[in-house]
């Protein structure tokens, strides 16, 4: 943490200096970013995009409802305490009923549940779906690994593999690195499909808002959006069996040109079984363009399994 920290701060001191340079802040903005848990993390994880953004705001103002709310019930309770003392206070008072209080006590509650309210449904259907989808992909979640589908693209599929511990690679996070990440353009509305073939998973990527369970026999909807290009990093949090404690999740979101290269590269591998990671066959009956005609209908993950 303290490294990456320092890279930050560093990486601020860099963009300001070549600021000062004449150099444009913009180009240095693109900077990739890594959405990840820290250690001693308290708040929530930086954001990634709209939806993430939205989730903090909301998560803002709650927190400082509850502030006052704790700050003025502790100064009460601690004025209480002492005024009514039996040393200040020898003959309590026996009344029992206090009617402007108790309407009181009943409507500024309910007032402030409404003021939390509002937001937040609003939240919940801004997450719920996006109305111009830039592209669709299918989640599926699997016991135990992921399984990724681009349907405008061709609808080849993969899956994703966490990275072993003993095959990290420098800068890899262990647990949460994967062979495969989901890829996606910055600032494309991504529509997400999340099914789940055995038992219900949980599709969650917090530093982009995105949580949707994945569950068998049916299709449930939601959407996400990078901002800026970065990785971020996930897992599966719907408890699924022994390993569901090692179904990370990895998106990376990159310009628009790299996508697609990523996507005729992905095409072409996946579609052969090529690395990098395990070979897949494609959905049955939608072969890829470039891939060839008999394409064993054959998904060896599955085999493996
Ligand atoms: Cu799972």
Not at 98 to 104: G, K, P, Q, S
Not at 168 to 174: D, F, H, N, S, T
Not at 200 to 210: A, D, E, N, Q, R
């Amino acid at each position: 943490m303290a490294g990456r920290a320092t890279g930050l701060l560093g990486l601020a001191g860099l963009a300001a200096a070549l600021a000062a340079f004449g150099v444009p802040a913009a180009a240095l903005a693109q900077e990739a970013m890594i959405g990840a848990p820290q250690p001693w993390g308290m708040g929530l994880q930086a954001s990634g995009g709209p939806i993430k953004d939205a989730i903090s705001s909301f998560n803002a103002l709650v927190f400082w409802i509850i502030v006052a709310i704790t700050i003025f019930v502790a100064a009460l309770l601690a004025y209480v305490i002492w005024r009514f003392r039996a040393e200040a206070n020898p003959n309590p008072s026996r009344t029992s009923h206090n009617t402007t209080l108790e309407i009181a006590w009943t409507v500024v509650p309910v007032l402030i549940l409404v003021v939390i309210a509002i937001p937040s449904f609003r939240l919940i259907y801004y997450q719920d779906r996006t109305v111009d989808a830039d592209l669709t992909v299918n989640v599926q979640g699997r016991q135990w690994y992921w399984h990724y589908g681009y349907p405008d693209n061709g609808n080849f599929t993969f899956d994703s593999y966490p990275v072993q511990t003993e095959d990290l690679q420098a800068g890899q996070m262990r647990n949460l690195d994967v062979d495969n990440p989901l890829v996606i353009p910055v600032g494309a509305n991504v529509r997400v499909l999340t099914t789940g073939q055995d038992v219900i998973h949980s599709f969650f990527v917090p530093s982009l808002g995105v949580q949707r369970y994945t569950i068998p026999g049916r299709t449930l909807e939601t959407w996400m959006r990078a901002d800026r290009p970065g990785t971020f990093y996930g897992q599966c949090n719907q408890i699924c069996g022994v390993n569901h404690w090692f179904m990370p999740i990895v998106v990376r979101a990159v310009p628009q040109a790299e996508y697609e290269a990523w996507v005729a590269q992905a095409q072409a591998n996946f579609a052969q079984g090529l690395p990098p990671g395990p070979p897949v066959a494609l959905a049955a009956g939608v072969p890829a363009p470039g891939a060839p005609a008999t394409a064993p209908q054959i998904n060896v993950a599955e085999a493996r399994r």
